[in-house]
Every structure is written in structure tokens, then in C-alpha cells.
């Protein structure tokens, strides 16, 4: 059985979990106390932000539980996936923390960009100018399989029994997600889905867009544009299996690229939010792989 360097066993092992805090715990709490605050002042506009105190009044507790050396084995498989577990409750909180929809928005600022890079606005344009039910019917399907995705690498890694490997993907994923959402609480920018006039008739009667459509009705935080988070956890978990294992990265290349394609068709986000998305997945990336060369 293989050891990681903290000191415990991989998910099938029999000893404990060093009790120290990982990088990511700390990222986390270090995440959860900055958006505290936040809500704390912004309680007065946007009363509902009291619930992201209790959210992260419980994660808090939770972190500290999963870091407790007598976990059994159940525990032990939790402390290696609690954080993609949080996901949903801290992407509920940035709406929370914007007053659902009431925060002002960026929005014409990154249209000004958008129309100085490229000349039109990309995702409200492009559609129109080539509606393909194929195409719609791809890249939505290409959008929903970033709940796939995102936690593919950490799901492969923890069954091939690769510790290590699973764990610098759930951090590097999670730092990636962080990072954009301090973005969303600080810089909101609603994104093309509430700004322009959104794709109807054929070009959404399919069955992904449908299940894009209805997965959006059942909750998206507003203001969480830019940087897009799909396209940058969705490029910071294929890193993540190309340095845990290429073929796997290979593998996710494809679904990946038609999905950064596909948040700009389907008219999910400016191209701008993609390029911002690409950059914070790329530094993260890098950072992680520069890390791994010099472990």
C-alpha cells in the first residue's frame, strides 16, 4: 500500500490522516472568514446574507471535524472530497452576498471590452448570425458535462488509489473556483444569459439545452460572469488528470474545448469571461504543475 507524504494512507488505507490543516483547508478558511466579513457588511442591503454566516459557520466546523486524526474509514474518503462536496453551498452564497440579483453590476464594462477585442458582442451575435441546431444541440450538451468534468480526475484518482494525485486535483480545482468567485462578490457582472434577448425556438428544443435551462431555473448565482468558472475548474481539473495521468487529460480535451466553445454560443458568457476563465486556469495550472517538478 502506497503512503502520501503527510503521513496517511491513500483511500483503501488503514491508518490516520495527518491531523494538520492541508493547503487546501486553509484556502477554504481563509475563503470562508473574507466572505464572512463581507456579509457582515453587507447584511444592512441585503438581509439574506445572514444565511452565508450560518453556511459558513457550519463548513468551519466541518473542515475542523474532517481534520480530526481518529477518522474511520467513511471519514477518511470525506476528508479527500469534502471540498468539492462544499461547491453548491459556496456558489449559493455568492448570490446571497449579492442580494440576489439587487448588486450592481460590471456588465457594460466588459461589453466594452468585449466590443474593443472583437468588434461585436460575441456571444448575442454569434448564434444569430449561425443558428445550427447541431451545433446547439453539441455545445449545450458540451456545457452540462462540466458537472461531469470538474470532478472526473478526482473520482479516477481516489479509485486508481492515487492519493496524491487526487488531492492536488481537488486543490487545484478549488483554488480555481475561489478564485473566480472573490471575483463574483467583488466585480459582479451578470453575464450575456440576463443581458441581451436569450436563443429560442429550435436552437433550444433539445435535449441538453433543456437540461441546461432547467439546471439554471433550479438556481445560478447572479453576477457570476466573469471570470466564466465553468471554462477555468473545467480547464483546472484537465490539468489536473494530465499531470495525475495524460491519457486521462487526453481524454477531456475534447468535451473540454467544445465546452469553452459552447459558454459563448449558447449565449452563457461573454468571450471575454472565457479568456479571464482561461487565464485563471492557466496560472493555476502552471503553478501546480511547477509545484509537482519540484516535489
Do not use: K
Not at 203 to 230: I, K, M
Request: aromatic residues 10%; charged residues 15%.
Amino acid at each position: 500500500r502506497r503512503t502520501h507524504r503527510d503521513g496517511g494512507m491513500v483511500p483503501g488505507f488503514g491508518m490516520a490522516v495527518s491531523r494538520r490543516l492541508r493547503p487546501v483547508d486553509i484556502m477554504l478558511l481563509g475563503y470562508l472568514t473574507i466572505t464572512a466579513l463581507v456579509a457582515i457588511v453587507r447584511i444592512p442591503t441585503h438581509p439574506r446574507a445572514v444565511g452565508v454566516l450560518v453556511a459558513n459557520g457550519l463548513m468551519i466546523a466541518l473542515i475542523l471535524l474532517v481534520t480530526r486524526q481518529d477518522l474511520g474509514r467513511a471519514g477518511r474518503l470525506i476528508r479527500e472530497v469534502y471540498p468539492l462536496l462544499l461547491l453548491p453551498a459556496l456558489y449559493a452564497a455568492v448570490d446571497l452576498l449579492n442580494g440576489g440579483g439587487a448588486a450592481a453590476t460590471y456588465d457594460r464594462t466588459v461589453q466594452g471590452w468585449e466590443q474593443y477585442l472583437f468588434g461585436e458582442q460575441v456571444s448575442r451575435e454569434w448564434w444569430q448570425r449561425a443558428p445550427s441546431v447541431f451545433w446547439s444541440t453539441i455545445l449545450h450538451g458540451a456545457y452540462f458535462a462540466y458537472y461531469l468534468l470538474v470532478p472526473l480526475p478526482v473520482v479516477y484518482f481516489l479509485w486508481r488509489g492515487d492519493g496524491p494525485s487526487a488531492r492536488r486535483s481537488v486543490l487545484l480545482v478549488m483554488a480555481t473556483f475561489l478564485v473566480c468567485y472573490l471575483v463574483f462578490v467583488f466585480v459582479p457582472v451578470a453575464g450575456p444569459y440576463y443581458e441581451f434577448e436569450r436563443p429560442e425556438g429550435l436552437l433550444v428544443h433539445n435535449l441538453p439545452a433543456r437540461l441546461v435551462y432547467g439546471t439554471l431555473a433550479q438556481g445560478s448565482a447572479y453576477g457570476a460572469a466573469f471570470p466564466s468558472s465553468h471554462v477555468a475548474a473545467t480547464v483546472s481539473a484537465t490539468i489536473a488528470a494530465f499531470l495525475g495521468a495524460p491519457r486521462l487529460g487526453l481524454l477531456m480535451l475534447l468535451p473540454a474545448g467544445l465546452l469553452t466553445v459552447g459558454v459563448v454560443y449558447t449565449q452563457m458568457h461573454y468571450a471575454v469571461d472565457v479568456l479571464a476563465g482561461l487565464l485563471v486556469a492557466g496560472v493555476i495550472g502552471a503553478l501546480a504543475a511547477a509545484t509537482s517538478r519540484d516535489a
